[in-house]
């Protein structure tokens, strides 16, 4: 190594599967030719596969690339219409569906900004993004269409465009659905404004005409939002070029077969990790993404494998988990897997192994960050370490540098934070110049351009394999989730009982993580554990919900009076 840092080598190259090259050519488009072009290539090829189950019966039905194509551009043009311009925000408040894929590449279509949000957030958590966001338009599944009119006056919302989940249900499915589930699960609803509209009205018109603007990958395309490694709500401008050079690679990584391979889309497309491993990388290689509203429905998923011969399958470990246990397992042909990869949390190697064994895939790990598109890390296929998160990807360089200053690279298996540059890398933070500067920085000594902190801590061994040590300073993960304790602190102090709050996660054998509280009472008054977990409920996310309190007289502090999570997690510990 004389003369060169370990991370210059680049050790990793040479664990790259066969065909996966060190630099790729990312076409300099945006991000929606993506399926313009598969759908030109491949216009029958089923884009989206679609429906419910009934008992153990899978009832779906699909939509082709050229349909869905269509679809996008008629979409474009209504919003075009309803005044979107360049660089507009609108949101997406919807589970997995064809109305979510419909929407996201028709807003990218009409030069908008994508802002996908968490449907299970509560209404005062997607007022925050909205408002931050801008944005004025937002597309909804009606079960949450009541919380977003909620908050419409607050967040200053011209239209909401709202779909119902039937309608690209099979015939019989959707009268199924309309006789026994609509108003009980509340599909039904009726608009509150003439404002607002009907999804399929949004279909019925012309389609987008296009407009002489000039092609610039690096306007953002889409923006998610995430804590960071501070925890503040902060949304992570991603371009064009973020994403299409992900879903290429990503491509090109999985070894999948233009045309020819079965995805299911289980994963939330709303989150970074489900929105390139399941829809951006299906649409540019014009795979069939089999679409699953519920990623808690293990069923659906197993008979959905079963029924269309699925070929990969992302997901989360708790996922992984589910299948090895369920009872009916054996019931489902799941052979047809080749590839799994799993991300958003650590992958246990015995959870790894029992799921190879099972169906006869590689299941690999991988790492990433909403602020990288996702991915910037993943075992190759063919020479898998479990344990590890995997090499970088192509083009992408990753570095382990001192704690302290961030400067000094440190040497083969020694402990650092995780830097990251590539292609994938962030713009910056939404209207966040402070945070930005914090996390992306230049470092010379180590290669142009931006190099994003990740805050992870890792280690990086002489194959160029690397792995995560530590996670994010206090950040909780519950089953592929990321809850920030700030968040949940901040409704506990709401409370007139709580005095003090701090949270921390808990391991789960299922979860992988549970958020877990500390609380000290004010003076003279009480409340019990139970009513305080109610008390969350009414503010928070369900998978940010403390599944357990614990009283205590006092917290545990620094000398400048700041709560020590870390004390609390190591008194959880020794339990």
Known sequence: MEGKSAGALKPWLSFYDQGVQATMDYPEVRLDQLLADSAAKYPEQRAIVFGGRVGSRIMDAAMSYRQLDDAVSCFAGSLQRLGVRQGDRVAIVMPNCPQFVIAYYGIVRARGIVVPCNFVYTASELEHHLTDAGAEIVCVLSPYYQKIDSIRTNARLRHIVVANIKEHFPPLLRLLFSLAKEKKGGHHVELASPDDLWFPSLLAGPPLMPEPTAVNPHDTACLIYTGGTTGVPKGAQLTHRNLVSNAVAGLAWSHMREGQEVTIGALPLFHSYGMTSVMNLAVSGALTMVLIPDPRDILHIMGSISKHKSTFYPAVPTMYVAINNHPQVKEFDLSSIRACLSGAAPLPGEVQTRFQDLTGCTLVEAYGLTETSPATHVNPLGRNKIGFIGTPWPDTDARVVDVDTGEQEMAVGDIGELIINGPQVMKGYWQQPTETANVLREHPNLGPGLWLHTGDIARM???????????????????????????????????????????????????????????????????????????????????????????????????????????????????
């Open 461 to 575: 061994d002489e194959d160029g394999y690397f792995q995560i040590v530590d996670r994010k300073k206090d950040m909780i993960i519950c089953g592929g989730f990321n809850v920030y304790p700030r968040d949940v602190e901040e409704v506990l102090f709401k409370h007139p009982a709580v005095k003090e709050a701090a949270v921390v996660g808990a391991s789960d054998e299922y979860r992988g993580e549970t958020v877990l509280a500390f609380v000290v009472l004010t003076e003279g008054e009480s409340v019990t554990e139970q009513e305080l977990i109610a008390f969350c409920r009414e503010y928070l996310a369900s998978y940010k919900v403390p599944s357990s309190i614990k009283f205590r007289s006092e917290l545990p502090k620094s000398m400048v009076g700041k709560v020590l999570r870390r004390e609390l997690a190591r008194q959880l510990d020794k339990q």
